[in-house]
């Protein structure tokens, strides 16, 4: 089955620790994202990529970094200069408008 | 530039019930137009787009919507709610429209849906 999958499903980190967020799609799909969602927030975007070998910024692309080194992996590195990472990652992909979800990453820091 | 405004942030209707969901847009520039739906601790699944046509959109569970361009409204109506669908709802838009950039949406903040026994 075509789909995006998500590893892991929940995540525990220490402060000032770096960790990373794995986002694997076989849709075949150029376009991938990544949203961060807090109650009360919506989905805000954090890095997207329309191609491999490239990606943009986000609205909240600070304390976070990306690569697209291959089509279907897009992964999320969250870093120690992220004040508030506590929160639940989406990762989609996309072939024109419509976007297709993976199941979610939540990130707490202890 | 590109917004969506959901109005209310929390919907509660009895079961069996109309649900209205409302969903405001601006686009300088014709929009697609989605329905996303988020179960607790979930990803997002599409219930229906509008691109072009038909303004009526019919989507999964019973779900449709209505592209008004006059209003600039695209809310989204089911006419019996089930408790099955006590979850959250997106509205989407197109984003900006220039090389490079189709896939961007742009969210709104999201209505809790509430169905009541």
């Known amino acids: 089955d075509g789909g995006i999958t998500q590893s892991p499903k929940y995540l525990f980190r220490k402060e000032g620790q770096n960790v990373t967020l794995s986002c694997e799609q076989n849709?075949?799909?150029?376009?991938m994202y990544w949203y961060r969602q807090d109650p009360g927030q919506g989905l805000r975007l954090i890095y997207y990529s329309q191609i491999v070998n490239d990606f943009q910024k986000g609205d909240i692309a600070e304390g976070y970094s990306v690569s697209r080194e291959k089509k279907e992996s897009f992964p999320l590195t969250v870093t120690s200069a992220q004040k508030n990472p506590t929160a639940f990652y989406l990762c989609?992909?996309?072939?024109?408008?419509?976007?297709?979800f993976g199941p979610g990453t939540r990130l707490t820091v202890l | 530039a590109q917004s969506v405004t959901q109005l209310g942030s929390h919907v509660s209707v009895s079961e069996g019930a109309l649900v209205l969901l409302r969903c405001n847009y601006s686009s300088s520039v014709p929009p697609y137009l989605f329905w996303y739906v988020q179960y607790p601790n979930q990803g997002l699944q599409l219930l229906l787009k509008y691109t072009t046509g038909a303004t009526l959109v019919k989507g999964i569970n019973g779900f449709e919507a209505e592209f008004k361009k006059s209003e600039t409204s695209f809310h989204l109506t089911k006419p019996s709610a089930h408790m099955s669908d006590a979850a959250e709802y997106f509205c989407a838009v197109s984003g900006p429209y220039h090389t490079g950039n189709t896939g961007k949406l742009i969210f709104g903040q999201g209505t809790t849906l509430q169905v009541k026994p």
């Open positions: 989609a992909s996309s072939m024109g408008w419509e976007q297709f």
């Open positions: 849709l075949n799909h150029d376009a």
